[in-house]
């Protein structure tokens, strides 16, 4: 089934319920399934009352309606079970008014028990029967509940007793503000219109008539005449002096413009200002940098070097810096720490090394560099 729109839905419903009250049930039927019970299609009246409690389990009218369905079809049990519901969700209310659903119609607590009771009694359970048309005596809320009087006296003497049925014109219709929503026609973009309407002038370069203003301010007083303007048609001396005077301003006017255009303006500086907060400090010459010390392979020790030093050393071929060390100590009778051993290396002094000691005593006897022996004195 295709969906229909919402304005669509509307109308179908609104025209199910004009044909409801026009008594034509079978027009009805074909815009909305709820009135199939005027048809006697109970059956299809049940399978309708059956999908509304499936969208709204807690609709109590719709229990109660489905009950009666089942209680005219013989479906006693399926009636009980459709009252207790209803019971269920009245969640202990004498009443609920469904005006506000489009169902102008209430559901009492009194009418659901008297008809459980119904069918309490056509299941054999005569207690529960007499139980439920007690309490529905007592929630009783409008006179024309007294009719379940009647029905409980019937009951006691054995006869047949019909349910309570809601009103025959309880029906749910569509809200009006919905209907009037659809069948209202509304212009969205609609007329335009002024808003604000700004009228520019230009100013009169011509002066009021002193004349005008005192017949404006006194009724009394004689209006000037309409062409008594002096205009400059009437005076030429005065039109030539006019336009005298603007020759002369357009003249002003294009040198002062030859002027500022031909003005260079120079840059002014801001002042100087000290900072807030400080005081001025006066111009002094900045101070020349500091000559860079000479690297030392030690910065903690100045190597000195110690006299003397320029002695050949008794040393095997495999000794190491160590060795050379202690001899060196030995002949100098110095302790190993007080100094160090020094080489030439890429024309720069550094400390003597394994590596570079082995190149040393492997080199060739004519061209042996030397290695130097410096006293360690701190600074």
Not at 2 to 21: A, N, P
Not at 89 to 109: A, C, F, P, T, V
Request: charged letters at 25%; one cysteine or more; glycine letters at 4%.
């Amino acid at each position: 089934m295709e969906d229909m729109s919402m304005v669509k839905t509307l109308r179908i419903w609104s025209d199910g319920v004009s044909f409801m009250e026009q008594g034509k049930f079978q027009d009805a039927l074909m815009n909305f399934m709820a009135l199939e019970g005027r048809t006697d299609s109970s059956q299809q009246t049940n399978h309708a009352f059956e999908e509304a409690v499936e969208k709204d389990k807690m609709l109590a009218v719709a229990h109660f309606m489905l009950g009666n369905v089942n209680l005219a079809l013989n479906r006693n049990e399926k009636a009980l079970k459709n009252f207790n519901d209803a019971h269920f969700y009245m969640r202990g209310n004498k009443l609920i008014n469904y005006q506000q659903l489009g169902l102008k119609s209430k559901l009492y607590m009194c009418e659901i028990l008297a008809n459980r009771a119904i069918a309490h009694s056509r299941l054999g359970d005569s207690q529960d029967a007499k139980n439920d048309f007690l309490n529905s005596l007592q929630c009783k809320v409008e006179p024309r509940h007294s009719v379940i009087d009647d029905q409980l006296l019937c009951w006691q003497s054995g006869q047949n007793i019909e349910p309570l049925k809601l009103p025959s014109h309880a029906v749910f219709q569509p809200q009006k503000r919905h209907l009037a929503a659809i069948n209202e026609k509304r212009d969205f973009l609609g007329k335009s219109k002024v808003v604000a309407e700004n009228e520019l002038r230009f100013p009169d370069s011509r002066s009021r008539s002193p004349l005008s203003f005192l017949s404006a301010s006194f009724p009394d007083f004689p209006k000037p005449v309409k062409d008594e303007q002096v205009t400059e048609e009437h005076l030429p001396e005065a039109a030539n002096a006019a336009t005298g005077r603007r020759l002369l301003l357009t003249d002003l006017r294009k040198k002062e413009t030859r002027r500022s255009l031909k003005r260079v303006s120079s840059p002014i500086e801001p002042p100087k200002k000290p900072l807030p907060g400080l005081p001025e400090r006066p111009n002094s010459p900045r101070r020349p940098p500091p000559s860079p010390r000479a690297q030392s392979p030690l910065r903690a020790n100045t190597p000195t070097p110690r006299s003397g030093a320029r002695s050949p050393l008794p040393l095997d071929e495999a000794a190491s810096t160590q060795e050379l060390l202690r001899v060196a100590a030995d002949t100098f009778k110095l302790s190993e720490d007080s100094f160090a051993l020094w080489c030439m290396k890429n024309d720069q002094l550094t400390a003597l090394q394994d590596q570079d000691l082995e190149e040393i005593l492997g080199s060739p006897m004519d061209n042996k560099p030397t290695v130097y022996c410096y006293e360690n004195k701190p600074e």
